[in-house]
């Protein structure tokens, strides 16, 4: 059954909505590393020096529309003893805000702090 249905051309203009610009969005770790602004180095917990222990410490953090760091939780770790120094320093660094379309948006990302033994 094809064919052209009426010839009615509607002269109502139809509203395209404009998009909304999203309130977080998610960028990668390369990304946000050029975005900051501030750094704060972990210090090396004693205990995970006695122990030897080293490795990375995945981080999990929302970057907030001031550049601030917020929700940050560890998502993987070489050892629990390192956690909190990683976290305690994270928690202080600054990023420039991310603009999308004119806009700051918060942004979801991971932060890795390598901890790595000098030699000895």
């Known amino acids: 059954m094809g ?3 009426g010839g ?4 109502t203009p139809v509203a395209v909505p404009k998009m909304a610009t999203p309130t977080r969005i998610r960028v990668s770790q390369g990304v946000t590393a050029g975005m900051k602004i501030h750094d ?3 210090q090396y917990p004693q205990m ?3 122990a030897r ?8 953090a929302v970057i907030g529309k001031d550049g601030a760091i917020q929700n940050l939780r560890v998502v993987s770790t070489a050892s629990p003893l390192l956690n909190q120094s ?4 994270v928690k202080q660094w600054k990023y420039r805000p991310y603009i999308l379309n004119g806009e700051p948006v918060e942004v979801d990302t991971t ?3 390598n901890f790595t033994l ?3």
């Open 40 to 42: 704060v180095t972990p």
């Open 8 to 11: 009615i051309i509607s002269s």
């Open 53 to 60: 222990v080293q490795g990375p410490v995945v981080l999990a």
């Open 3 to 5: 064919g052209v249905i």
């Open 48 to 50: 995970a020096k006695i």
């Open 118 to 120: 000098s030699g000895g």
């Open 86 to 89: 990683a976290l305690d320093a």
């Open 111 to 113: 932060i890795t702090v």
